[in-house]
């Protein structure tokens, strides 16, 4: 890989890890219910899943897609029922205190398990592996997979301190319940590319 390519490949996962998606309004709304700490298991669920998705995905993953191209219609509907549930849980959570200690962020596991129905995972992956790496090798797929886990952790850490700062703000159950339904309707407006691409 090129000097050229590599920062074309630091850009890419920089803007796409940065920017609002699924992950990302997740993280903002754990960092304002649970804070910034208990939600670092969360960010780096996050960034290995997503790490590891690549992999698998440029290792072959990428090439049974597109030869059987029913899993990309039934990846779809998981990913929409999954996230309209997300949504939903969101929109109805109340503060943790309110839920005696049952509420808690979303574990490394499931955030790492969560890559595989987040639309926007499946698009920063293939999207990576196309342009970076086109021939599939594992070196060059092993470099994409580690500069997208090196670069996305510290860029969805921003949204969960963002939600962190907040979270004085919030402990009004008022304005907390008006956070996490607008956090959950966000959610559901990004499936709106899958839905109508």
Do not use: C
Not at 55 to 69: E, S
Not at 106 to 131: D, R
Not at 158 to 174: F, K
Request: net charge positive; aromatic share 10%; glycine share 8%.
């Amino acid at each position: 890989m090129t000097l050229d390519t590599f920062l074309a490949l630091l850009a890419f996962a920089f803007v796409t890890s940065v920017t609002p998606g699924p992950n990302n309004l997740m993280l903002i709304a754990s960092g304002a219910n649970f804070g910034f700490r208990r939600s670092i298991p969360h960010m780096v669920g996050i960034s290995l899943g997503h790490m590891a998705m690549t992999l698998i995905v440029g290792l072959g993953l990428v090439g049974v897609m597109i030869a059987v191209p029913q899993t990309q219609t039934a990846l779809k509907i998981v990913s929409v029922i999954y996230m309209l549930w997300l949504a939903w849980k969101l929109a109805h959570a109340s503060a943790p205190a309110e839920q005696g200690g049952l509420a808690r962020p979303l574990t490394f596991v499931q955030a790492a398990a969560f890559q595989w129905v987040n639309p926007k995972a499946w698009a920063m992956s293939l999207g990576a592996v196309a342009a970076y790496a086109p021939d599939r090798h594992l070196a060059t797929v092993a470099i994409v997979a580690a500069v997208f886990a090196a670069v996305n952790l510290p860029s969805v850490s921003l949204w969960a301190w963002a939600g962190g700062m907040l979270r004085r703000w919030l402990t009004n159950p008022a304005r907390l319940r008006v956070f996490n339904w607008t956090m959950a309707g966000l959610l559901v407006l990004s499936l709106v590319p899958v839905i109508w691409p």
